[in-house]
């Protein structure tokens, strides 16, 4: 293997990363070099990660240059930061997602999830959206989890009921405006 490539996406367990695992994704949680890899582009993806990327499946390139900076400086993040979702048994890298960071002092994480347009509409939002929650509530730090989506009916909205989050509010987002808040509490999580 050349000193440049990093393990295909489907062998990423040997390593000891978190991947999650659910029926049809695998959730690999981005280590600096993913990072690198993800923002020179499309090709050096196919070379190094071995997967192929999906027409929209970043939906927020500028992410990549934060996400690699906030890791970089606190290297705690790594599983509760970003996440490629890759179609599992395909190597398509379909969407990313993850948490906002660590669980904060009242037990809290925040997820966020983004799915390529082509493969929306097949329940793969829920199941990123539902396996990330269930990794937050297998650290007993964890007592809720929250997500934020635009303040209107829209499938994000159904992905968060599914997994049985409740509004809970609106709040002002600095780059969104007023979006609504949503939370599911330990107590209320039910084991999928």
Same mark, same amino acid.
């Given at each position: ?19 999650? !695992?659910?029926? %049809? ?9 993913? =990072? ?9 993806? #196919? %070379? ?11 939906? =927020? /390139? ?6 690699? !900076? %906030? ?7 790594? *599983? ?22 660590? /669980?904060?002092? !009242? ?15 097949? *329940? ?10 269930? =990794?937050? =509530?297998?650290?007993? #730090? ?32 600095? !780059? ?9 509490? %330990? ?6």
């Amino acid at each position: 293997m050349c000193p440049e490539t990093i393990v295909p996406a489907m062998q990423h367990q040997d390593l000891g990363l978190n991947v999650i !695992e659910t029926t %049809r994704l695998h959730l690999i949680p981005c280590q600096l070099r993913h =990072f690198e890899v993800v923002r020179k582009g499309s090709e050096e993806i #196919r %070379r190094v990660l071995g997967l192929e990327p999906v027409d929209g499946w970043l939906a =927020f /390139p500028e992410a990549m240059t934060v996400g690699y !900076e %906030r890791l970089a400086t606190n290297s705690a993040l790594l *599983g509760w930061w970003t996440y490629l979702f890759v179609l599992a048994g395909e190597a398509l890298l379909i969407g990313n997602g993850g948490f906002v960071g660590l /669980p904060d002092e !009242e037990g809290r994480v925040e997820i966020g999830y983004a799915i390529a347009p082509g493969y929306q509409r097949r *329940g793969l939002a829920t199941e990123a959206a539902s396996a990330l929650t269930a =990794f937050a =509530f297998r650290d007993g #730090r964890v007592q809720s989890v929250l997500a934020h989506t635009l303040p209107y009916l829209n499938p994000s909205v159904q992905v968060l009921q599914k997994l049985g989050m409740q509004r809970i509010g609106t709040v002002h987002d600095p !780059e969104e405006g007023e979006v609504w808040e949503w939370s599911l509490q %330990r107590d209320q999580y039910v084991t999928p």
